[in-house]
T-cell receptor, first 112, second 113 residues
Framework: AQSVTQLDSQVPVFEEAPVELRCNYS??????LFWYVQYPNQGLQLLLK??????LVKGINGFEAEFNKSQTSFHLRKPSVHISDTAEYFC??????????FGKGTMLLVSP | DTAVSQTPKYLVTQMGNDKSIKCEQN?????MYWYKQDSKKFLKIMFS???????INETVPNRFSPKSPDKAHLNLHINSLELGDSAVYFC????????????FGSGTRLTVV
């Protein structure tokens, strides 16, 4: 079985500040890891993914995430956020052929 | 142009009614899914389906049934709607091996009154 824990339900931050959204996973097999973003009243959009290779993964909109196998983490970061980054962010895990299991989401609130 | 399209976008209906939500993907993907997103934004898998098998989340009431007329479509039919069915329902698709992740539709907001 696989599971995902997003440690923060809400992260408030000021515009142009750095941000980190935390994600921990558990799985008995090798995993693929994903971050999705959901803007208000929209569907989910893939931000980035880790399949193998380099543990630092770059995604769209200036986001990046680092896979840490020993800590079973896949934290999402951005060095400088914009108001437009305000959205719900979901971490997800799959073993490859299984369905994606999502965390409960982290609401990123960017204020001026 | 739309990769995964769902209709309708909004659905308001009375308790006890039967309704369907349609989903179509033009990506040539093997597998399609239905997720339910509750008021707390939690995403819960309901079904996954490819041309080999239907996998049902055991917690989904049997009032919910997926129907797939062909590989590009996976509709969701709901019988005897209840207030607790109010949620946003997302359709998604992927290749059988999910290394590219899912492509999601824009969701259907179902409100049962």
């Amino acid at each position: 079985a696989q599971s995902v824990t997003q440690l923060d339900s809400q992260v408030p931050v000021f515009e142009e500040a750095p941000v980190e959204l935390r994600c921990n996973y558990s799985s008995s097999v090798s995993v693929y890891l994903f971050w999705y973003v959901q803007y208000p009243n929209q569907g989910l959009q893939l931000l980035l993914k880790y399949l193998s290779g380099s543990t630092l993964v770059k995604g769209i909109n200036g986001f990046e995430a680092e896979f840490n196998k020993s800590q079973t983490s896949f934290h999402l970061r951005k060095p400088s956020v914009h108001i437009s980054d305000t959205a719900e962010y979901f971490c997800a895990v799959s073993s490859g052929y299984s369905t994606l299991t999502f965390g409960k989401g982290t609401m990123l609130l960017v204020s001026p | 142009d739309t990769a995964v399209s769902q209709t309708p976008k909004y659905l308001v209906t009375q308790m006890g009614n039967d309704k369907s939500i349609k989903c179509e993907q033009n990506l040539g993907h093997d597998t399609m899914y239905w997720y339910k997103q509750d008021s707390k934004k939690f995403l819960k898998i309901m079904f996954s389906y490819n041309n080999k098998e239907l996998i049902i989340n055991e917690t989904v009431p049997n009032r919910f049934s997926p129907k797939s007329p062909d590989k590009a479509h996976l509709n969701l039919h709901i019988n005897s709607l209840e207030l607790g069915d109010s949620a946003v329902y997302f359709c998604a698709s992927s290749q059988e091996q999910v290394t590219r992740g899912y492509t999601f539709g824009s969701g259907t907001r179902l409100t049962v009154v």
